[in-house]
Antibody, heavy 121, light 110 residues
């Protein structure tokens, strides 16, 4: 069974750093792109970036370039989303999602359960 | 930058009725690169339709997608109580490589 399991909820202060994770199982983790998607409270979905675990090729949304870092440890089937200095506006639910692996697929067939990040002084 | 605009923002219907949700792109989208998702409160999104009209694995046949170019539609025939949720369309643009979502349509019980 394919699963993406994300790390638990976080409460942080502005200026603090944070790294959340997404661990895949039940499939060949290295062969599928993993995306990160933000959902602010009561709002829609925003694509942040995507990484290919096989070679760590990473693409960012222009809106998030320089604001976050996406990385992967393929030996432990885990992708990461990291902030060096959080802001209150980073408070949101963050989802990881697996991109379907066909030559033309550009959509996401499995999703993690989400990690709620709250940034407050 | 290609933007997806979904309409209506909210759709109020009764179980058993037919729902028609629209997704319009500001630039032409390859049909391979248009998908629809359903999201219920407290849950992650679920892939319903990919390649504009292909149902994802396990999706009931009351869900169908259509359209091409800049205009796409998600149709749900014979609404079931569990279909009331928020629906998002999503596109991929090749150059530069960007994924984006529409703002969502909330399907609520009338």
């Amino acid at each position: 069974e394919v699963q993406l399991v994300q790390s638990g909820a976080e409460v942080k202060k502005p200026g603090e750093s944070l790294k959340i994770f997404c661990k895949g199982s039940g499939y060949s983790f290295s062969s599928y792109w993993i995306a990160w998607v933000r959902q602010m409270p009561g709002k829609g979905l925003e694509w942040m970036g995507i990484i290919y675990p096989g070679d760590s090729d990473t693409r960012y949304s222009p809106s998030f370039q320089g604001q976050v870092n996406i990385s992967v440890a393929k030996s432990i089937n885990t992708a990461y989303l990291q902030w060096s200095s959080l802001r209150a506006s980073d408070s949101a639910m963050y989802f990881c999602a697996r991109r379907r692996t066909t030559l033309t697929a550009r959509d996401f067939d499995y999703w993690g359960q989400g990690t709620l990040v709250t940034v407050s002084s | 930058e290609s933007v997806l605009t979904q309409s209506p923002g909210t759709l109020s219907l009764s179980p058993g009725e037919r729902a028609t949700l629209s997704c319009r792109a500001s630039q032409s989208v390859s049909s391979n690169y248009l998908a629809w998702y359903q999201q219920k409160p407290g849950q992650p999104p679920r892939l319903l339709i990919h390649d504009a009209s292909t149902r994802a694995t396990g999706i009931p046949d009351r869900f169908s997608g259509s359209g091409s170019g800049t205009d796409f539609t998600l149709t749900i025939t014979r609404l079931e109580p569990e279909d009331f949720a928020v629906y998002y369309c999503q596109q991929y643009v090749r150059s530069p490589p960007v994924y984006s979502f529409g703002q969502g349509t909330k399907l609520e019980i009338k």
